[in-house]
């Protein structure tokens, strides 16, 4: 009877080591996927801001603004498709802070929160460009009807 009791402990150790070595390589795949997808976030927001501070000054004619437009089009198109990386790396936090320390969870939500507001402030750049570009084009359309109108006067003078 004791071997048994013995026998069946054993076993109950072996299970409970087995299922405790899957929780730690399961926490381990889920932290080096958030890591993964930290870097690659953190490698495109450095490109992208780069890319966006280099974006220039507004244009001082029709042309150039429209080609800026353009321009403003095709790179929110290369930003866009990362919102998904952004809300996923939220969601691998999520799931690896329910199940870490407080200093853990403090560790994971500090680059979170780096790269959360560094998207924002790209968003934000983005929106703020469109509108300013929008503005610019605007007046120039006004301005070269206000000159059109002009030349036709003095011809007619």
Request: aromatic share 6%; no cysteine; glycine share 4%.
């Amino acid at each position: 009877k004791h071997i048994e009791d013995l026998d069946s402990a054993w076993d109950n150790v072996t299970a409970l080591f087995a299922k405790r070595e899957e929780n730690l390589i399961h926490a381990m795949e889920k932290a080096m996927e958030f890591h993964e997808t930290l870097q690659d976030l953190l490698e495109f927001l450095e490109r992208a801001e780069d890319k966006f501070a280099g974006l220039g000054p507004l244009g001082s004619d029709i042309d150039a603004v429209k080609r800026q437009i353009a321009q403003l089009k095709a790179f929110k198109s290369e930003v866009d498709p990362h919102m998904v990386k952004v809300e996923a790396l939220n969601r691998q936090a999520q799931e690896l802070t329910e199940r870490t320390s407080a200093e853990q969870a403090a560790a994971l939500k500090e680059p979170l929160s780096a790269v959360n507001q560094r998207w924002d402030e790209l968003l934000r750049g983005v929106v703020e460009r469109q509108r300013q570009l929008e503005n610019a084009l605007l007046r120039l359309g006004q301005f070269q009807h206000a000159l059109a109108e002009l030349m036709t006067w003095i011809d007619a003078t």
